[in-house]
């Protein structure tokens, strides 16, 4: 015989939650924990932000600062915020080495293709 429905129908049994449990879960989304660190402002990492706007490509100042920001950092130096301005220039002179990359990329997919064949 068959029925109008094709699907057997699960019969739901009702939970019950008790009050603990539900004061836990409201907790949880109304004061999640703080994700990461900290961003805090700092007048070291202002003064280390300042050597960007020097125009000397070949500073030592400069230089020895993208090698500080480049290389491996201890694990004791590690810092329990993340510096804002030292973010930003991490940022700046990461894309500036992308942006060389792609205009060189780009520069190069004419001839890439024109000679292959």
Request: net charge positive; aromatic share 12%; charged share 35%.
């Amino acid at each position: 015989m068959s029925s109008d429905n094709p699907f057997r129908i699960k019969q739901k049994e009702p939970f019950q939650v008790n009050e603990d449990t539900i004061e836990k879960i409201i907790k949880k989304r109304l004061n999640p924990k703080p994700k990461g660190k900290a961003v805090k402002f700092t007048w070291k990492g202002l003064t280390d932000f300042a050597h960007i706007f020097d125009t000397n490509i070949f500073s030592p100042q400069k230089l020895s600062r993208i090698k500080e920001l480049m290389g491996d950092k201890d694990k004791a130096k590690e810092k329990d915020y993340i510096d804002f301005f030292e973010d930003i220039e991490k940022s700046v002179y990461s894309g500036t080495q992308k942006l060389g990359y792609a205009v060189g990329d780009i520069i190069t997919t004419g001839i890439e293709g024109k000679y292959l064949w």
